[in-house]
């Protein structure tokens, strides 16, 4: 098992670039999540999916674009990238919570990302 | 507004010196209380999963409890391999995580 892999591991864009992040999960979890990292700020939750095909804005979407076409896969897309949007995105995936609780969240290495 | 708070920001021990980071949290219909450790350049690593509180968890040298506002990760005679940065997480009654900024553990030889 390769757990949650993402591409690619590092990335430079220039401002107004776009760009595709994959992250791809082999546990066939329902839940995905995108997040990103700041220096001194907890993990931010931008997308995130309950299922294939179904995608939902976190708390910091704007600016980026999800598809899940496959349930093993999430797509995190930057349409026109701003300085702003530098970070360290995460990729999460956990299993269907079936008991009332909440289930572990599994992440992937991260994508290092500068927008210059 | 739900809310999760960690400290301190930093936190540095000798080698065997035990102590513990805390976490604070203000989350309406808890459903979880989760922990994880983060290495430099890393994705974080699940350690933890807390329901209720009075609950303990142990793994190792780390043993993590619950309490109604907070939860603790108590590190007992630490190792220089236990340093990371360790997140906590809560999940509210809309199941998504409220992350802390994290408590940086540096543990000296």
């Known amino acids: 098992n390769a757990g949650v892999t993402q591409t690619p591991k590092f990335r430079v864009l220039k401002t107004g670039q776009s760009m595709t992040l994959l992250c791809a999960q082999d546990?066939?979890?329902?839940?995905m999540y995108w997040y990103r990292q700041d220096p001194g700020m907890g993990l931010r939750l931008i997308h995130y999916s309950v299922g294939e095909g179904t995608t939902a804005k976190g708390e910091v979407p704007d600016g980026y674009n999800v598809s899940r076409l496959k349930k093993q896969n999430f797509l995190l897309g930057l349409e026109s990238a701003a300085p702003s949007q530098t970070s360290v995105y995460f990729c999460?995936?956990?299993?269907?919570?079936?008991?009332?609780?909440?289930?572990?969240?599994?992440f992937g290495p991260g994508t290092r990302l500068t927008v210059t | 507004e739900d809310q999760v708070t960690q400290s301190p920001e930093a936190l540095r021990l000798q080698e065997g010196e035990s102590s513990s980071l805390n976490c604070s949290y203000t989350v309406s219909g808890l459903r979880g209380l989760f922990w994880y450790r983060q290495d430099p350049g890393k994705g974080p690593e699940f350690l933890f999963t807390?329901?209720?509180?009075?609950e303990e968890k142990e793994k190792e040298r780390l043993k993590a409890t619950l309490t109604k506002k907070e939860s603790f990760l108590h590190i007992t005679a630490p190792k220089p391999e236990d340093s990371a940065t360790y997140l906590c997480a809560a999940s509210g009654s809309n199941y998504q995580l409220i992350w802390g900024a994290g408590t940086k553990l540096i543990i000296k030889p």
């Open positions: 807390l329901y209720s509180a009075g």
């Open positions: 999460a995936s956990r299993d269907l919570d079936g008991r009332g609780y909440s289930y572990e969240q599994y």
């Open positions: 546990m066939n979890h329902e839940y």
